[in-house]
Nanobody, 114 residues
Framework: QVQLVESGGGLVQPGGSLTISCAGA????????MGWYRHTPGKQREWLAS???????TYAHSVKGRFTISRDNAKNTVYLQMNSLKFEDTAVYYC????????WGQGTQVTVSS
């Protein structure tokens, strides 16, 4: 059962920007602390940012000041705006509940390359 669908990834040059989205089926995001994560082959999945239902956000040191997490509760969607992208930001990006995670979606590929 597909519960989370990430989209918006693509190819971007270093220093560029991209906004990715995560749509939840039904009300699976409602009331939950939501997070963005990324995975690179050979590495563990990395937590990037979290946002409460009220919009309070926290960030990993690696992305603080460059990435902004937001959510639209009416649309059951979480966003990640990524600025000043670096080569090392290349990864598959996922969203999920921080506590009580759902089945992971397929993610969206972000490639930073010149």
């Amino acid at each position: 059962q597909v519960q989370l669908v990430e989209s918006g990834g693509g190819l971007v040059q270093p220093g560029g920007s991209l906004t990715i989205s995560c749509a939840g089926a039904g009300r699976v995001l409602g009331g939950y602390l939501m997070g963005w994560y990324r995975h690179t082959p050979g590495k563990q999945r990395e937590w990037l940012a979290s946002i409460t239902e009220a919009g309070r956000a926290t960030y990993a040191h690696s992305v603080k000041g460059r990435f902004t997490i937001s959510r639209d509760n009416a649309k059951n969607t979480v966003y990640l705006q990524m600025n000043s992208l670096k080569f090392e930001d290349t990864a598959v990006y996922y969203c999920n509940r921080v506590i009580g995670s759902l089945n992971w979606g397929q993610g969206t590929q972000v490639t930073v390359s010149s």
